[in-house]
């Protein structure tokens, strides 16, 4: 807190006057009222996220001071936590000493795209004329910043005697 001196007179109705000072300290003892904000945040290309205190912290109120962010209980959300909300209890000061916390629910999404790695080859038409094209005809590998990644599909998934000759992308 801080120090103030303070005059004090006193009158005995006499005409006598006396004076001293006092020493008053001011504290402010109220805890700040902080305003958590819930949110959506993406993964990125290493699979994480840092939580800032723009991401959690929405302000506040405090009598004597400012709602100043410090810190979550949860630095930073990864694949693990795709899908689910997850619960961050923010800490806060106000300058003066006072702290709270709130709590900011988190959902974490990962929109990072695949990188796929595609083959090139040449495949013979059976004797229909068709070839139903396979998994290792087109797909080399995949990656992710979640994981590996697996072959889903090829369109079109079928060649035939219209394609002779022809570079098809799959």
Sequence with gaps: GSLS???????????NIRNCIATITVEDVDAPEP??????????ASGKYSLTGNDVLDGGFDICGTVN????NVGKVSCSDIGTTVAVTVYVN????????????????NNEMPVLNCKTTTVQLDANGEYTLLENDVFESGTHNCGIISFVSASPNM???????NTIDV
């Excluded at 305003?35 to 990125?44: A, P």
């Excluded at 006072?98 to 988190?106: D, K, R, V, W």
């Excluded at 060649?159 to 000759?165: A, H, K, S, T």
Aim: proline share 0%; aromatic share 4%.
């Design 35 to 44: 305003t958590c904000q819930d949110n959506t945040v993406s993964l990125d």
């Design 69 to 72: 962010f410090d810190y979550t």
């Design 159 to 165: 060649v035939n005697c219209n394609d002779v000759g």
């Design 94 to 109: 106000d300058g003066n000493g006072n702290t709270a916390t709130c709590i900011s629910n988190i959902t974490v999404e």
């Design 5 to 15: 001196c303070i005059i004090v007179s006193a009158n005995d109705g006499n005409g």
